[in-house]
């Protein structure tokens, strides 16, 4: 067969795609009208796994299941967007991987919302002013976020998901690797290239930052200056890639937290967390447990 004819065929299915995707589109608006009847919520995490489980069970190829997931939980997401455009707050400037992290579970098409610190993610979901939050709680290197943590003590938000990000840490900079002086970046970000500083900047003066996205904001500013930060600050923020993957473990994730005012539906496959404090005292976590 032609290339031609072949381009025809796939004419038709993606034809018969959009009329599909439409159809798809009026059951999930019906769904919408009864979850606003009945005051649920329109995200479902719980939902959104089956779906996507259930898919890629079906999936004989020669499409790999990473590729089909991605695609999938793009249109997901724009359906969701489609029942009401949610407000999602997180832990800014644009470009840190909290944001990122919000894009991977919510798509393009949310709103964002990015603020200053941690708390302020809380006290907007309490007040409100946003759907959900996404907050760090976790990395695989350099172990719990505990501003996180402190801030659950106090709160009655749930957590809704949780999102897993792998992380991938570049030398951002305006100027030549070894006119370097000054180096900005998160804590955490330092922490997790601590042994690339010391091998390749030694004489570099350490900055610590609010963000990484921050800290590309800054390094913009002055020539002498790099930031670590991802792909995304360096486009967002017109600086170039010095150094690639400069972080000191090949597997760094970091886990992330959806927060929200409701629990989230169940999906068969989920976690509980359990968070307790105990005075400071010999054989007290022995105790608990």
Known sequence: MSIEKLRGEIDKIDARLVELLNKRAEKVLEIARIKEKEG??????????????????????PLPDRELKEIIKAIL???????????????????????LAAI???????????????????????????????VP???STEGVVSHTLDMFLDSDLKICAEIILEIAHHLLGKGKLENAKKVYSHPQAIAQ?????????????ICETES?????????????????????????????????????????YTRFLVIGRDFAERSGE?????????????GALYDML
Request: glycine share 4%.
């Open 212 to 252: 990484t996205a921050q800290a590309a904001q800054l390094a913009s500013r002055e020539e002498d200056a790099c930031a670590i930060a991802s792909e995304v600050a360096a486009a967002l923020y017109g600086l170039s890639i010095l150094e690639y993957h400069i972080e000191d473990s090949p597997h760094n």
């Open 193 to 205: 290239c601590r042994v690339w500083l010391e091998q390749n900047l030694p004489l570099a003066k």
């Open 104 to 134: 991977r579970n919510f798509g393009q098409s949310a709103e964002y919302i990015p603020v200053k610190n941690i708390p302020e993610i809380f006290i907007m979901v309490e007040k409100g002013k946003s759907d959900y939050g996404v």
């Open 77 to 99: 997401n724009s359906f969701l967007s489609l029942q009401r455009r949610l407000r999602i707050v997180y832990l800014g400037p644009p470009a840190t991987f909290t944001h």
């Open 270 to 282: 989920d976690k509980t967390s359990i968070l307790f404090s105990i005075k400071d005292r010999v």
């Open 40 to 61: 649920k919520s329109y995200y479902s995490s719980g939902r959104e796994k089956v779906v996507i489980d259930r898919l890629l069970s079906l999936n004989k190829g």
């Open 137 to 139: 709680v976790e990395n």
